[in-house]
């Protein structure tokens, strides 16, 4: 009785690592990102091997989902970000500038970081 007490106690936890939210402000030259994504990739040149993540900008904030955040350490942040007006070719827009990445060090806990893309990644597209 003692072993299927235990066997059931145990399976209710995760497998892998524990995962702590990310949350924040996406801002373009100072205004929010309309609409868009950060990518979280582990950095492994400084000894990250855990598993990345993804982040959905809407309106300039974003937020990983629960259970689907970061393990902490050295990550690399990749934003994208578009217009919001939908066309054609994407539900997102246009881009308004060229994919920018920054690297930093996620605690381990839930936490929120800014991310800040400068002028200077607009895209050639949004330039004309």
Known sequence: ??????????????PGPDRYEISGNATFNGKPIPAGEISFSPNSQKGNKGPGSLAIIKDGKYQTTS???????????????????????????MPIF??????????MESTTR????????ASAKAKR
């Not at 259970?67 to 997102?92: C, P, T």
């Open 67 to 93: 259970g689907k955040g970061l393990v902490g350490g050295a990550y690399v942040a990749r934003v994208i970000g578009f217009d919001g007006v939908a066309n054609e070719m994407s539900e997102q827009g």
């Open 114 to 121: 800014d991310f800040e893309v400068p002028a200077s990644a």
């Open 1 to 14: 009785m003692a072993m299927v007490t235990a066997l059931a106690v145990g399976c209710g936890k995760k």
């Open 98 to 107: 060229e994919s920018f990445e920054v690297e930093f060090e996620a605690p």
